[in-house]
């Protein structure tokens, strides 16, 4: 895989760790997924960041995703949906 080769060749690229963490994500592997995008968008909000808490159970962590997407854009329709299926 062509993320991992650029990861091995430089561990700080940004694009490869994303895509990385998206990957993992569309194959299911939601801990691989956490493992990659946790470190870019803890502190920012993530949609993808924050399903892929919710799968690997960690909903106090989804939450805050969820609630830092809203603060950016209290239009976002899905971080909205998603964290009233939270609070449900």
């Not at 691989?32 to 919710?54: C, F, I, K, S, T």
């Not at 159970?57 to 854009?73: C, M, V």
């Amino acid at each position: 895989m062509l993320f991992r080769q650029a990861l091995q060749l430089d561990p700080t690229n940004r694009a490869a760790r994303t895509g990385m963490g998206r990957v993992a994500f569309q194959q299911g592997q939601f801990e691989e997924a956490v493992r990659y995008l946790e470190p870019l968008y803890r502190n920012q909000g993530n949609m993808d960041l924050g399903v892929a808490y919710v799968r690997v159970g960690r909903r106090d962590d989804a939450r805050r995703q969820f609630e830092k997407l809203l603060d950016r854009n209290p239009a976002n329709a899905d971080a909205r949906r998603a964290l009233d299926a939270l609070n449900r």
